[in-house]
């Protein structure tokens, strides 16, 4: 599982202009809504591969874990 989200990271970050982790895992994987369980594996490796491979700052790449772990609360916490 974490080999293929770091393939299809690789291809969005050089094919499709990826550079934010909500891209990734709400635009172009689904894995947000569509399998969170998944998402909840392969979060840190992609975020570490994100990282290096966009040259995040440590501070960036804090945000974007922060940003990304509010988005999987909301999602988990929505009520209809």
Do not use: C, Q
């Not at 399998?35 to 501070?59: C, F, G, Q, Y």
Request: proline letters at 1%; aromatic letters at 10%; charged letters at 30%.
């Amino acid at each position: 599982e974490i080999d293929l989200a770091l393939a299809k990271l690789w291809y969005g970050i050089h094919h499709e202009m990826i550079s934010r982790a909500e891209d990734f895992f709400v635009r172009r994987t689904g894995l947000l809504y569509f399998n969170i369980h998944r998402l909840m594996k392969v979060k840190e490796p992609v975020l570490k591969a994100m990282a290096e491979t966009l040259a995040w700052s440590a501070d960036r790449l804090s945000r974007e874990r922060e940003d990304l772990e509010l988005l999987i609360l909301k999602t988990l916490s929505f009520k209809n």
